[in-house]
């Protein structure tokens, strides 16, 4: 039973890593709803999906500004010089 709530416990901070890292990344501020949502839940595997979905959509985000990046470089540089 110990185990269980130790194995929780580092769930619930490795979910709320990861919640912050995408907020620090998007900008966005913490939503009190999701830090609860985090914090009530005693089911490990919904747990684990809560932070395999925060972690894929924090990548998502940092492909699409990488993405948009390397679009907004070309352009500039295109308008300058003529390859």
Same mark, same amino acid.
């Given at each position: 039973?110990? +185990? &269980?709530?130790? *194995?929780? $416990?580092?769930?619930?901070? &490795?979910?709320?890593?990861?919640?912050?890292?995408?907020? +620090?990344?998007?900008? %966005? #501020?913490? /939503?009190? +709803?999701?830090?609860?949502?985090?914090?009530?839940? $005693? &089911?490990?595997?919904?747990? &684990? /999906?809560?932070?395999?979905?925060? %972690? *894929? *959509?924090?990548?998502? =985000? %940092?492909?699409?500004?990488?993405?948009?990046? %390397? #679009?907004k470089?070309?352009? =500039?540089? $295109? /308008?300058?010089f003529? =390859?």
């Open positions: 039973m110990k +185990e &269980d709530k130790i *194995n929780l $416990s580092k769930m619930r901070a &490795d979910a709320y890593w990861a919640y912050l890292e995408f907020c +620090e990344a998007t900008s %966005e #501020v913490p /939503r009190k +709803e999701i830090y609860n949502q985090i914090k009530t839940c $005693s &089911d490990d595997q919904a747990l &684990d /999906r809560l932070t395999i979905w925060i %972690e *894929n *959509n924090h990548s998502k =985000f %940092e492909k699409m500004m990488l993405q948009n990046a %390397e #679009v470089k070309k352009g =500039f540089w $295109s /308008r300058i003529k =390859f």
